[in-house]
C-alpha cells in the first residue's frame, strides 16, 4: 500500500494561487552501470549539503548520468531533520552549467527511433529535476558563477536563491540550435519585465555580471572571491524546529546579504534606457513578423539602436524559422501555465523537436561540424513561412496519453519567492499608482522596504525615468495603463 502524506510546501505560505498536494512515494531514479562514477560531488558540513557538479573539462554540461545522482541526493535532503540548506554550484573556474549535452542527444536523433526515444527519456528526467527543484520544500541555493545556459538555467533558476557574481554569464541559446527555451523557461520568461523574456528567448542575448541581478535573473549578487567564506555561514546557520519554511528563507537571504561587497560601477544596467524602450517597442508585438517589421523600421532610423536593430535582424534571419515561431509562440501561451503544466507541456514540445530535423542538424552545424551554417528544413527562411499557425500548431498539440508523471504535485501560478530579489516594475507601478508619492518618495519605499539592498536605487529610478513622470503637486504618475510585469 503506497505511503501518501498530504502536505503544504511552506514557500507557498500567503499566495492565494498555491495548492495544497499529496506527496506519494517518490519515483526511485537510481544511477546506471554505465554512468560516469564523479560527475557529481556531494558533501555535508553541519547542516549544508552541497551539489557540485563535476565537468569542468565540457563546462559542467548536464547529462542523464548527472540528474540520477542529483534526484536521489535531493529526495533524500528534503526528508532529513539534519539537512537545513543546499547550495548547487560548479566545478572548476568557468561555469556552474553551460547547458545540456545536446551533442549526445543529436547523435543518438541520427539513430532514428530507438535514439530519439532516448533523447526525449533524457528530457523527461531532466524536466523532472527541475520541478522537484522549483517545488522543493528545504532551503536551496544556486551559485551561478560563470556559463550558466540552458540546462544549467533549469538547475537554478526555480531557486529561492540565485548568486551571480562578476563571472556570470546567462543566457538561453536554445533557438541558435533549432530548439526552444525549455527547463522552464516558458515560465520564468514570460514573467519578466516588459518584453525582455521575449527578447532573450528569441535571440539568445547573454547578459553577464551584475546584468544578471538586475535583470531579476539573480537574487543576489556577490564576488566570486566571497563564495567559500559563504558556503562556511551557511553551514553554520541553526533553525529552530518550529521555524516555518519562510522563517528559514529570511535567515538566509539575510545572511548572503552579508557577503555582498557592492556593486561593480563600470558595468552599466544593460536592459535599460534606450534600448529597454526599442526592446518593448519590438518585441511586444502580436506576431513574429511583427517584430521582425519592427526591427526593420528601428534600423532604418538613426542613432545608438541602428546597430542593436542591425545586429538583432541578423540574429534572427539565421535561426530555424521553425524554432522562432514555436518560441514565439511559447512565450505567448507560457504565462498562463503553472509550474507543473509547463514542465509537462515543454516535454511534449522536446519531444516533437527530437524528431524534427532542424534540431539534430542544428547541434550538428554548429557544434560538431563547426561550420556555422545549419541547413534548415524547408521553411528555410523567415520570409518563407506564409502561415505560422499551420508551422507551430503540431507542436503544442497536446496527448494526454503521453503527459509527464513529475516527482511531486507541488503547482503554483507565480513564483513564492519573489521577495528576495529586486523589485520588479509592477510592484514600482502599484506604488506609482497609489498617487500619494512623489518620485524620490517612491525610491525611499522600495529602499526601506528592501532594507538598503544593493541594486534597488538604481533599479527603481531607472523603472520611474522609463515608466513615470511628475504631475501638479510633485506627485508621481504612471505612463500607460498596462503593468509591464
Known amino acids: 500500500m503506497p505511503l501518501t502524506a498530504k502536505v503544504m510546501n511552506p514557500a507557498f505560505a500567503g499566495s492565494t494561487k498555491a495548492k495544497m498536494y499529496t506527496s ?61 540548506v543546499v547550495v548547487i554550484k560548479g566545478a572548476g573556474e568557468k561555469a556552474f552549467c553551460a547547458g545540456g549535452d545536446v551533442t549526445s542527444l543529436a547523435k543518438d536523433n541520427k539513430l532514428g527511433e530507438e535514439g530519439q526515444q532516448r533523447s526525449i ?62 527547463v522552464g523557461a516558458s515560465f520564468f520568461l514570460p514573467r519578466m519585465a516588459g518584453a525582455t523574456g521575449m527578447y532573450l528567448a528569441l535571440t539568445s542575448e547573454r547578459l553577464t555580471g551584475v546584468n544578471v541581478y538586475y535583470a531579476g535573473i539573480a537574487t543576489h549578487y556577490i564576488h566570486s572571491t566571497s563564495l567559500p567564506a559563504l558556503e562556511r555561514r551557511l553551514a553554520e546557520l541553526r533553525f529552530n524546529d518550529y521555524d516555518s519554511l519562510d522563517e528559514r528563507l529570511d535567515l538566509i537571504d539575510s545572511t548572503i546579504e552579508e557577503y555582498t561587497t557592492g556593486l561593480p560601477h563600470d558595468q552599466p544596467m544593460l536592459l535599460s534606457g534606450p534600448l529597454r524602450r526599442a526592446i518593448d517597442a519590438c518585441f511586444s508585438a502580436d506576431t513574429l513578423n511583427e517584430v521582425v517589421k519592427r526591427l526593420s523600421n528601428h534600423h532604418a532610423q538613426s542613432g545608438p539602436i541602428v546597430q542593436w536593430a542591425e545586429k538583432t535582424l541578423l540574429a534572427l534571419k539565421s535561426r530555424s524559422p521553425t524554432s522562432l515561431h514555436v518560441t514565439f509562440q511559447q512565450m505567448k501561451l507560457g504565462r498562463k501555465w503553472s509550474i507543473k503544466e509547463t514542465f509537462q507541456r515543454e516535454h511534449q514540445i522536446a519531444s516533437k523537436f527530437m524528431r524534427h530535423p532542424d534540431f539534430t542538424e542544428g547541434v550538428d552545424a554548429l557544434l560538431i561540424r563547426k561550420d556555422k551554417t545549419p541547413n534548415w528544413a524547408e521553411p528555410s527562411k523567415l520570409e518563407d513561412v506564409q502561415n505560422p499557425a499551420d508551422l507551430t500548431r503540431p507542436f503544442f498539440e497536446v496527448d494526454k496519453g503521453k503527459t509527464l508523471k513529475l516527482l511531486t504535485k507541488g503547482d503554483f501560478e507565480d513564483y513564492p519567492h519573489r521577495r528576495f530579489g529586486l523589485p520588479n516594475e509592477g510592484q514600482i507601478e502599484s506604488i506609482v499608482k497609489k498617487g500619494n508619492r512623489t518620485i524620490p518618495e517612491v525610491v525611499g519605499h522600495f529602499v526601506r522596504e528592501k532594507r538598503g539592498k544593493q541594486g534597488v536605487k538604481e533599479m527603481v529610478e531607472e523603472v520611474l525615468a522609463r515608466r513615470a513622470y511628475s504631475v501638479e503637486g510633485g506627485k508621481a504618475a504612471w505612463y500607460g495603463s498596462e503593468s509591464t510585469e
Open 24 to 84: 506519494d512515494a517518490p519515483e526511485q531514479i537510481r544511477e546506471l552501470p554505465g554512468d560516469e562514477k564523479e560527475d557529481v560531488l556531494f558533501d555535508t558540513l553541519f547542516g549544508l549539503r552541497t551539489v557540485e557538479l563535476n565537468r569542468p573539462k565540457v563546462l559542467n554540461s548536464l547529462n542523464g548520468s548527472m540528474v540520477r545522482k542529483i534526484v536521489p541526493r535531493l529526495q533524500e535532503w528534503a526528508k532529513s531533520d539534519m539537512a537545513n
Open 121 to 182: 527519456d533524457y528530457f523527461a528526467l531532466e524536466y523532472k529535476l527541475d520541478h522537484l527543484i522549483a517545488t522543493y520544500t528545504k532551503p536551496y541555493v544556486a551559485i551561478m558563477d560563470g556559463f550558466t545556459m540552458g540546462g544549467g538555467v533549469g538547475l537554478s533558476l526555480h531557486a529561492p536563491f540565485r548568486i551571480a557574481t562578476e563571472k556570470t554569464v546567462f543566457a538561453m541559446p536554445e533557438t541558435t540550435i533549432g530548439f526552444f527555451p525549455d
